[in-house]
């Protein structure tokens, strides 16, 4: 795996074939897809998103915003991704997001019950952090 600065093409190539369960628990936190490419697109257009890359190809998208000294995630992502090869990925790309936001706390939200969601998490380094209203809020400290 691979990654770039994100552009409006990626954003399209990963919403084209958008993993069902991303969409699931966009529409759980009551979002549509649009909302959701809204918020990536500004994201992007400040430089504050990444392309997953399999074999040159996106797959995934991360983009972050700060928020009172912590960097808060969106994630999309192909069906494809979701692997062991991807989360060991993601446990070392997750910290060079975490540097360019000034080694703030990252916080990510699941809207997901899948029980594999919350192993990724704490696989990646994330601990949970406060769960209400249906979602959890999982936090990786400074590096």
């Not at 369960?21 to 918020?39: F, Q, S």
């Not at 972050?64 to 808060?72: F, I, L, T, Y």
Request: some cysteine; overall charge negative.
């Amino acid at each position: 795996m691979d990654y770039r600065t994100a552009t409006t093409a990626d954003l399209t190539a990963v919403f084209q074939d958008l993993s069902r369960r991303m969409a699931e628990e966009y529409t759980t936190a009551g979002l549509n897809i649009d909302e959701v490419k809204d918020e990536f697109m500004m994201g992007l257009k400040e430089g504050r998103g990444h392309t997953l890359l399999e074999n040159g190809q996106p797959v995934a998208l991360i983009a972050w915003r700060e928020v009172d000294h912590v960097a808060e995630t969106a994630f999309a992502a192909h069906e494809s991704f979701f692997s062991r090869s991807s989360v060991r990925f993601c446990k070392k790309h997750i910290r060079r997001i975490q540097a360019i936001c000034g080694n703030t706390p990252i916080h990510s939200y699941s809207w997901s019950d899948r029980p594999e969601v919350i192993k990724w998490f704490h696989i990646l380094g994330f601990k949970e952090l406060e769960r209400a209203n249906g979602f959890i809020v999982f936090e990786l400290d400074p590096a």
